[in-house]
């Protein structure tokens, strides 16, 4: 006859076999339901997620079969694929996507996010596919073998306003729950605005970015026009490759080189190089294989150990594992100065966007330019169609760019224009040069210096009211204490715990299998 002690252990045994089956049956139905969240529409987000948790998994089965997810043939031709998409702003407006002839489903694949210039136009492109097809990056693109994503932007949805921004943003997301991206090989390149735009990701939201592009751009322009704090130190978070021509009628090498020694005298990682040539891709075309190759010897690190990162605005605080969460008035610790340029502004500005699809002779004026500039000094008006500048007659945008090379800032000036039938002449005189600052500073900044090293998280902190640190497990030893010191003080050593909620909503926001965090440590100053 069996003793007590065996009996108990015998009943025990049972229970944890029983227990096993159980946890085997469980362990199906949350495979299914993650594989469900990962392809719901909002509508069903929340009730699978919570199936999902409820049944717990640990996070690390559950980061493996998220990076193991499969994903369905897509049409690999090649050819760009004409989109459409509902803006933040309600807008619908169009977005191409071209698959790489050799797209494998099964394949990791980089993605290059294209932007376009002239993103300053009253109407969004007509034709969208005939700016897709023969473009330079494109094609470099498709003999890369990568997927290229190419939004359209507007008045109200540039690159550097929420709208846009936020386009961009959705489309890299929506592109990556239907493709079979490679999280760290993620680029964006552009020319002119699309250049420009390339500056202001980098310095305001570089996470989905391994590497950016900035051909002929300016990368002031998201601060002066867009009025969002751009700082030239968080241009050492991403690789940047950028071009000027000598003779850019708008941003000339002589002119752009000071603002380049700036941003890496302030710590930016910057490639720089001149061409001969103007506002135009003629010049830099065959610098087009040296851009890819570039780019794909950039794989972004997920967890850079150091970090130096700015923001006048916490909607902009985030950088890779470090968020800033609030921005305090306190004066600037001694280290924390304002890297900046002073540039002197003597191009020739009118000050209105021109109606592009305008087919007769002359100048169609779409809207004015906001700001005080020349066109709303003489009184010019949308709809008008500008036939004639001082003696020089105007049938197209460049008889108009011939005329500016002719005049000087602080000229008087006429325009002959056509309104409602009649010939109108206006007068007025060209703005004097003068000087400005790339970056408006119209608010204070934080600004933190961060290092991690063994579990240990150092600040240098100005500023910086409150912030946070994603924690992953690669970068952290969760059977260990994790330790953040501010300014040479401890604010925090505790155990961090793994939270798979966190960790899915997580993924779910931004489509990153590279940057599954599993908690987060969150630290308020004062």
């Given at each position: 006859m069996r003793s007590t002690a065996a009996r108990t252990a015998v009943t025990a045994a049972l229970v944890l076999v029983l227990g096993l089956l159980a946890n085997g049956t469980a362990s199906a139905g949350w495979q299914e339901e993650l594989d469900a969240l990962l392809g719901a529409d909002s509508g069903e987000v929340e009730s699978l997620l919570a199936s999902v948790v409820e049944a717990a998994p640990s996070c690390q089965d559950?980061?493996?079969?998220?990076?193991?997810?499969?994903?369905?043939?897509?049409?690999?031709?090649?050819e760009p694929q004409l989109r459409k998409t509902v803006c933040i702003d309600t807008v619908e407006r169009p977005w191409v996507l071209q698959v790489p002839s050799g797209y494998d489903p099964g394949t990791p694949t980089p993605l290059l996010v294209v932007l376009h210039g002239g993103v300053g136009r009253a109407e969004v492109a007509e034709e969208p596919l005939e700016w897709v097809e023969g473009h330079d990056l494109v094609s470099l693109a498709e003999e890369r073998g990568w997927v290229v994503l190419f939004p359209f932007g507007q008045v109200g949805a540039t690159w550097w306003d929420e709208v846009g921004m936020a386009n961009i943003r959705n489309l890299v997301r929506a592109t990556k729950r239907e493709l079979n991206i490679d999280d760290d090989r993620v680029w964006m390149a552009g020319f002119s605005d699309g250049a420009s735009a390339g500056f202001a990701h980098a310095m305001l939201a570089p996470n989905d970015y391994a590497a950016?592009?900035?051909?002929?751009?300016?990368?002031?322009?998201?601060?002066?026009?867009?009025?969002?704090?751009?700082?030239?130190?968080?241009?050492?978070?991403?690789?940047?490759?950028?071009?000027?021509?000598?003779?850019?009628?708008?941003?000339?090498?002589?002119?752009?080189?000071a603002t380049i020694e700036m941003a890496r005298a302030a710590g930016g990682d910057i490639y720089y190089r001149e061409f001969p040539g103007?506002?135009?891709?003629d010049g830099i075309v065959d610098e087009v294989p040296a851009m890819g190759r570039f780019l794909a010897r950039h794989v972004r690190d997920p967890f850079p150990h150091r970090l130096d990162w700015e923001a006048g605005d916490t909607g902009f605080g985030a950088c890779r594992w470090f968020v800033i969460d609030r921005i305090t008035t306190d004066d600037p610790a001694p280290w924390h100065v304002d890297h900046?340029?002073?540039?002197l502004d003597d191009r020739i500005t009118i000050g209105f966007q021109p109606d592009y699809d305008f087919d007769g002779n002359g100048i169609m004026v779409s809207v004015l330019s906001?700001?005080?500039?020349?066109?709303?000094?003489?009184?010019?008006?949308?709809?008008?169609?500008i036939v004639k500048a001082d003696e020089a007659r105007l049938d197209s945008l460049p008889d108009l760019n011939a005329w500016k090379e002719t005049?000087?800032?602080?000229?008087?000036?006429?325009m002959t224009v056509l309104r409602e039938g009649e010939e109108v002449l206006l007068s007025g005189e060209l703005p004097d040069p003068e000087g400005y600052f790339i970056f408006k500073r119209e608010a204070p900044s934080a600004r933190a210096r961060v290092d991690y090293s063994a579990n240990r998280i150092t600040v240098e902190a100005s500023r910086l009211g409150a912030f946070r640190i994603l924690v992953h497990p690669d970068m952290f030893d969760l059977d260990q204490e994790v330790v953040v010191v501010v300014n040479g003080v401890e604010v925090f050593r505790e155990m961090v715990q793994p939270d798979l909620e966190f960790m899915l909503r997580g993924y779910l926001d931004n489509r990153d299998r590279s940057l599954l965090y599993v908690a987060e440590v969150a630290v308020e100053l004062k």
């Amino acid at each position: 006859m069996r003793s007590t002690a065996a009996r108990t252990a015998v009943t025990a045994a049972l229970v944890l076999v029983l227990g096993l089956l159980a946890n085997g049956t469980a362990s199906a139905g949350w495979q299914e339901e993650l594989d469900a969240l990962l392809g719901a529409d909002s509508g069903e987000v929340e009730s699978l997620l919570a199936s999902v948790v409820e049944a717990a998994p640990s996070c690390q089965d559950a980061a493996d079969r998220i990076a193991a997810m499969a994903f369905p043939p897509a049409e690999a031709t090649g050819e760009p694929q004409l989109r459409k998409t509902v803006c933040i702003d309600t807008v619908e407006r169009p977005w191409v996507l071209q698959v790489p002839s050799g797209y494998d489903p099964g394949t990791p694949t980089p993605l290059l996010v294209v932007l376009h210039g002239g993103v300053g136009r009253a109407e969004v492109a007509e034709e969208p596919l005939e700016w897709v097809e023969g473009h330079d990056l494109v094609s470099l693109a498709e003999e890369r073998g990568w997927v290229v994503l190419f939004p359209f932007g507007q008045v109200g949805a540039t690159w550097w306003d929420e709208v846009g921004m936020a386009n961009i943003r959705n489309l890299v997301r929506a592109t990556k729950r239907e493709l079979n991206i490679d999280d760290d090989r993620v680029w964006m390149a552009g020319f002119s605005d699309g250049a420009s735009a390339g500056f202001a990701h980098a310095m305001l939201a570089p996470n989905d970015y391994a590497a950016f592009v900035a051909l002929n751009g300016h990368m002031g322009v998201a601060s002066l026009d867009g009025e969002q704090p751009s700082y030239a130190v968080n241009l050492s978070a991403t690789p940047l490759y950028a071009t000027t021509t000598f003779d850019d009628e708008l941003y000339p090498s002589a002119r752009m080189r000071a603002t380049i020694e700036m941003a890496r005298a302030a710590g930016g990682d910057i490639y720089y190089r001149e061409f001969p040539g103007r506002h135009d891709f003629d010049g830099i075309v065959d610098e087009v294989p040296a851009m890819g190759r570039f780019l794909a010897r950039h794989v972004r690190d997920p967890f850079p150990h150091r970090l130096d990162w700015e923001a006048g605005d916490t909607g902009f605080g985030a950088c890779r594992w470090f968020v800033i969460d609030r921005i305090t008035t306190d004066d600037p610790a001694p280290w924390h100065v304002d890297h900046n340029a002073s540039l002197l502004d003597d191009r020739i500005t009118i000050g209105f966007q021109p109606d592009y699809d305008f087919d007769g002779n002359g100048i169609m004026v779409s809207v004015l330019s906001d700001g005080d500039y020349p066109a709303g000094q003489i009184g010019l008006k949308a709809g008008d169609v500008i036939v004639k500048a001082d003696e020089a007659r105007l049938d197209s945008l460049p008889d108009l760019n011939a005329w500016k090379e002719t005049v000087e800032r602080g000229d008087p000036f006429t325009m002959t224009v056509l309104r409602e039938g009649e010939e109108v002449l206006l007068s007025g005189e060209l703005p004097d040069p003068e000087g400005y600052f790339i970056f408006k500073r119209e608010a204070p900044s934080a600004r933190a210096r961060v290092d991690y090293s063994a579990n240990r998280i150092t600040v240098e902190a100005s500023r910086l009211g409150a912030f946070r640190i994603l924690v992953h497990p690669d970068m952290f030893d969760l059977d260990q204490e994790v330790v953040v010191v501010v300014n040479g003080v401890e604010v925090f050593r505790e155990m961090v715990q793994p939270d798979l909620e966190f960790m899915l909503r997580g993924y779910l926001d931004n489509r990153d299998r590279s940057l599954l965090y599993v908690a987060e440590v969150a630290v308020e100053l004062k």
